[in-house]
């Protein structure tokens, strides 16, 4: 018997059916939001974790309270190789469109849509992206435009008795100038209590990225680690979207599960995704269920998830993650990738480089890299006969 509804959802940002271990981060999201409501200034939030980890889903969460709370807000996705500006100041023109309801606001909005006007943007059309540069000779001057901006959108929205939410993901695809230039914003509309913040989600990256823009970034930001789900939370993320469909699953099957994926959010969806298209049991799933598909999950994590990820690595790139998996234990070091390569630190250093900005790989701590994406070894382990 085949199953006609199937609960999981392995797709990136899509909403599980059940949302399990992140129970304290929502209510002090939610805890957040009201205290900006009612005037009480909060610290933008940095939500970072590895891939898969479920940063897009939370955000996505706490923007439904946002919603059912209106709240003034929106959501943007920075996309690698497409201007944030652009999207940044379309969303700009949201809010000033969103807060030009009362009479108060009328002069402040006034001074907002002027103050969009220094966004001089040139706009090109290539490569089925379109970009926008400002037409100024240096970025000061863009800190200074958007610090005006945040500052009178922040004042409109006092005066009317709003508040303004920024939701950004994959915020370290934002350039140096550019993220500098929010920081700034966003510290003066601190100081001046002004009801705008944000909430923000990106690779681990992102700490190293903020603080070497602006020390401060540090303490002016509340980061947050998203991680993997331990055994319990996991075990509800199995469990409570069949509940209703009368399934259970044995003990053992959901440690296997466990062991197999990690505890990753994504892994857990895609994995109990082809679980369920693979057997056709209706009302309890063993061990041997789960043993019986775990090939298929790893053929189709491996053809899809995992391979067009390492299809975007050059040839040299490919080389050096290799060498992190011969490291044998990770996080390793660079200086290890480089023995094993037979080349010297600072000729594979643009290679590191070049993979940290691509998202393959990530800045441990000083020295130290790792993959940005779990069980990313494993993968290569699979797919590449030499590594041991």
């Given amino acids: 018997m085949i ?5 999981y959802t392995p797709r990136a940002g899509l909403m599980p059916t059940y949302l399990a271990g992140r129970e304290k981060l929502i209510k002090e999201a939610k805890e957040s939001i009201l205290s900006l ?31 059912e709370n209106n709240i003034i807000y929106e959501h943007i996705e920075i996309i690698e190789k497409r201007d944030f500006l652009l999207q940044l100041t379309n969303i700009c023109r949201k809010f000033i469109s969103k807060l030009n309801k009362i009479e108060q606001t009328k002069s402040l909005i ?11 943007l040139t706009y ?40 303004i939410i920024f939701f950004i993901d994959e915020i370290q695809y934002t350039k140096e100038e550019e993220l500098s230039s929010i920081i700034n914003a966003l510290h003066r509309t601190g100081q001046l209590r002004l009801p705008i913040t944000f909430f923000v989600a990106g690779l681990n990256k992102i700490l190293k990225q903020f603080s070497e823009i602006k020390t401060y970034s540090e303490r002016m930001f509340d980061f947050k680690e998203i991680t993997s ?38 892994f857990i969806q895609f994995f109990c995704d082809n679980l369920w298209r693979n057997i056709d049991k209706v009302n309890n799933i063993t061990i041997n269920d789960v043993n019986s598909t775990i090939d298929s999950y790893f053929k189709r994590l491996d053809e899809g998830f995992f391979k067009s990820r390492f299809d975007r690595c050059t040839d040299k790139e490919k080389e050096f993650i290799q060498a992190m998996v011969k490291c044998g234990e990770l996080p390793c070091t660079i200086n290890n990738v480089a023995k094993i390569l037979k080349k010297s ?17 990530y800045s441990v701590k000083y020295g130290e890299i790792d993959f940005t994406v779990p069980q990313f070894d494993l993968f290569l382990r699979r797919v590449i006969k030499d590594i041991i």
């Fill in 110 to 120: 006034d001074k907002a849509l002027s103050a969009l006007e220094n966004f001089k």
């Fill in 345 to 361: 630190v600072g000729s594979i250093s643009p290679i590191r480089a070049q993979l940290i900005n691509k998202g393959i790989i």
């Fill in 37 to 67: 409501k009612s005037g009480y200034p909060q610290r933008p939030t940095a939500y970072y974790g590895l891939r898969g980890v479920g940063k897009t889903v939370l955000l996505n969460t706490i923007e439904e309270f946002a919603l």
């Fill in 229 to 266: 789900l331990n055994y319990e939370e996991t075990k509800k993320a199995i469990t409570e979207p069949v509940k209703d469909l009368s399934v259970e699953y044995d003990e053992e099957a959901v440690k296997k599960i466990y062991d197999l994926t990690g505890g990753y959010p994504y």
């Fill in 124 to 163: 090109t059309i290539g490569d089925s992206s379109i970009s926008a540069e400002v037409n100024k000779k240096n970025f000061e001057l863009l800190s200074d435009d958007l610090t005006e901006l945040f500052v009178i959108m922040g004042n409109a929205a006092k005066k009317s008795g709003d508040c």
């Fill in 3 to 7: 199953r006609l509804i199937n609960p």
